[in-house]
């Protein structure tokens, strides 16, 4: 299984970015997305995951109204320069988690950097 992160880059504060997700290599489609991001200095978090049919999405209260998620995107909207940060993909088979523990296949990641 391999995933391919991309689409980060430079963005003024206010404006918008969309992250690209490619998974190849799963011998199903019932696998989840979860999005994640890891800002200098800090530990990785969940920003946002999608279920396996795309019926179920979560999203962390710092981007709530703001990002939105799809099986292959992740849509960043009125991002704030606290949003810098590398972005990661990862995949697990069966439901969705918040928790990257539970994510044994990620990407290399994305840096999105957020200028004020």
């Known amino acids: 299984v391999q995933l391919q992160a991309s689409g980060g880059g430079l963005v003024q504060a206010g404006g918008s970015l969309r992250l690209s997700c490619v998974v190849s290599?799963?011998?199903?489609?019932?696998?989840?997305i979860g999005w994640f991001r890891q800002a200098p200095g800090k530990g990785r978090e969940i920003v946002s995951c999608i279920s396996a049919g795309g019926g179920r999405k979560y999203y962390a209260d710092s981007v709530k109204g703001r990002f939105s998620i799809d099986r292959e995107y992740l849509y960043l909207d009125k991002v704030r320069p606290e949003d810098t940060a590398v972005y990661y993909c990862?995949?697990?088979?069966?439901?969705?988690?918040?928790?990257?523990?539970?994510?044994?296949?990620w990407g290399q990641g994305t840096q999105v950097t957020v200028s004020s």
């Open positions: 290599g799963f011998k199903t489609e019932h696998y989840a």
């Open positions: 990862a995949a697990k088979t069966g439901i969705s988690s918040v928790s990257q523990q539970d994510y044994p296949y």
